[in-house]
């Protein structure tokens, strides 16, 4: 499977928060914490937001590798409050979908 995540180094949220303390813990099926804060910090709550990942970092169903905007096709998603592994995978989502991303600054 191929990862887009290289970087062996903690994982922390804008707020100092640790998500994982490498990358194997946040491929590990869940995280130390949630990741429900915006880039200014802003709790979000339980919000969809594409991955197209299974939750041991494997890429899955992802809307064609990210270029279909079509109702026909489908990318996997999770859910920013979780810290199971449906922060990464919890079902598949239609393509025309508007849906947040999660950023990683490696």
């Known amino acids: 499977g191929r990862h887009a995540l290289l970087a062996d180094d903690i994982y922390r949220r804008v707020d ?4 994982a303390s490498s990358k194997a813990g946040l491929l590990d099926y869940g995280i130390d914490a949630p990741i429900s804060l915006d880039a200014n910090g ?26 279909s905007n079509d109702h026909f096709k489908s990318g996997f998603v999770g859910v920013s409050s979780a810290s199971s592994s449906g922060w990464t995978i919890v079902y598949n989502q239609t393509c025309d979908r508007v849906i947040k991303l999660y950023c990683f600054e490696l």
């Open 16 to 19: 100092g928060t640790t998500v």
């Open 42 to 67: 802003v709790d979000v709550g339980a919000w969809e937001v594409w991955t197209g990942t299974m939750a041991n970092g494997t890429a899955t169903t992802n809307c064609a590798n990210w270029t």
